[in-house]
């Protein structure tokens, strides 16, 4: 059977499930972050010039990829985005995904909520935010705040105005479940969802913010709340830990990224979406035969209304040549494939490919 000519091999494909294994959480497994995961860890490659060949690599597939998904319209990818404060969550957002159309992606950062936001349940503007089939929708911090700042803050709690009752007993347990429930749904609606948490040291966040204050451009990334949130690190830690551990589950899975090393953290990230766009394999529609007709039709029709003296279609040189081309070219130009004419419109998820 003939592959798209972009598609990796299963030994390219081997080699990513073996550089992103590390990062998985086992689902059902109890997480202590600081024990069980090494922000430094950087999977063997010495330095960021190693990894310059791997992140472009990730930004071209991604890029590619991302072209099928929109064009097969079926599913849709959410990308949860979870960090300590100069992590690197941003920088990750830009390089990550810097070869993609913008108009299949949005980013949405979700910073305290509004009144408007605390007055319905603490879903709701994280399911306004989904991104529709065919899109990449990234959140710059997420639902996850809500078992995250507003546990380690219970004010923010207070600010929701829940009924007594709902408060009562174990309410970060009931919304693990609820979180967990809720993706579970997504999921099985066609939406894949991608958890990265973004595993940053102590010592390089105290190195990162003293950065932030010694220079003038990145002052304004600087907040004094920053500060006051170092102070809880080990009641983020824990509650990152709990998080990790009740959270991730066999259809949503969490990433833990080691983001001491910011160019790593770039290469895992991509690494881990393409992964995830790989196993959906996305296609490019299928034209039927009937299909193909109709546009044979139109086709005829303008060619008719060609004036004197111009070519009927000025493009069938062009393709010709470009058949020709491909012919003596069987694999990697590394451009996304044109769809391919099949028999019958129930090919449509599963097309034959061209050179089969
Ligand atoms: P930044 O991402 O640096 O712009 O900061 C956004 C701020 O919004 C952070 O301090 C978050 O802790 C806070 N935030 C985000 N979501 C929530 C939430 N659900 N409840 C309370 N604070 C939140
Ligand atoms: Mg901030």
């Not at 920053?226 to 102070?231: G, H, K, L």
């Not at 493009?315 to 020709?324: G, I, L, S």
Request: proline letters at 6%; zero cysteines.
């Amino acid at each position: 059977m003939a592959t798209t000519r972009q598609e990796l091999t299963p030994k390219q494909r081997q080699r990513l499930a073996d550089f992103i294994a590390p990062f998985l959480v086992k689902p059902g497994s109890k997480v202590n972050l600081a024990k069980d995961f090494d922000p430094g860890f950087k999977a063997g490659l010495k330095n960021k010039k190693a990894g310059v060949a791997l992140l472009e690599e990730g930004v071209r597939l991604l890029s590619e990829y991302q072209a099928r998904l929109a064009a097969q319209d079926t599913w849709g990818v959410l990308v949860v985005l979870q960090a300590l404060d100069a992590a690197g969550k941003d920088g990750t957002i830009r390089h990550v995904m810097s070869g993609v159309n913008p108009q299949g992606v949005q980013v949405h950062s979700f910073k305290v909520p509004s009144a408007e936001e605390l007055g319905h349940d603490f879903l709701w503007r994280y399911a306004r935010r989904l991104p529709a089939r065919g899109d990449i929708g990234i959140f710059n911090r997420s639902h996850y705040e809500e078992v995250l700042v507003v546990r380690v803050h219970p004010e923010n709690l207070d600010r929701q105005r829940l009924p007594n009752a709902s408060r009562r007993g174990d309410i970060w347990g009931r919304r693990y479940r609820e979180i967990n429930d809720w993706e579970r749904y997504l999921s099985d609606n066609g939406f894949r969802i991608v958890k990265l948490f973004l595993n940053l040291s102590r010592e390089e966040q105290r190195v990162r913010f003293l950065r932030r204050l010694d220079l003038p451009d990145h002052n304004w990334k600087f907040s004094t709340a920053d500060a006051r949130e170092r102070e809880r690190w080990d009641d983020y830690q824990r509650a990152f830990s709990e998080m990790l551990s009740h959270t991730s589950t066999d259809w949503a899975p969490w990433n833990v990224i080691p983001a001491d090393r910011k160019w790593f953290a770039r290469i895992a990230v991509g690494a881990v979406l393409v992964t995830t766009l790989l196993e959906i394999d996305p296609r490019f529609p299928a034209v039927t035969k009937q299909q193909r007709a109709a546009l044979t039709e139109v086709k005829q029709a303008l060619e008719a209304q060609a004036p004197k003296g111009a070519a009927p279609d000025p493009f069938e040189q062009t393709r010709r040549e470009a058949n020709e081309a491909a012919k003596e070219m069987p694999r990697g130009d590394g451009k996304p494939q044109p769809p391919p004419v099949t028999d019958d419109a129930n090919a449509g998820e599963r097309p034959v490919e061209r050179g089969e």
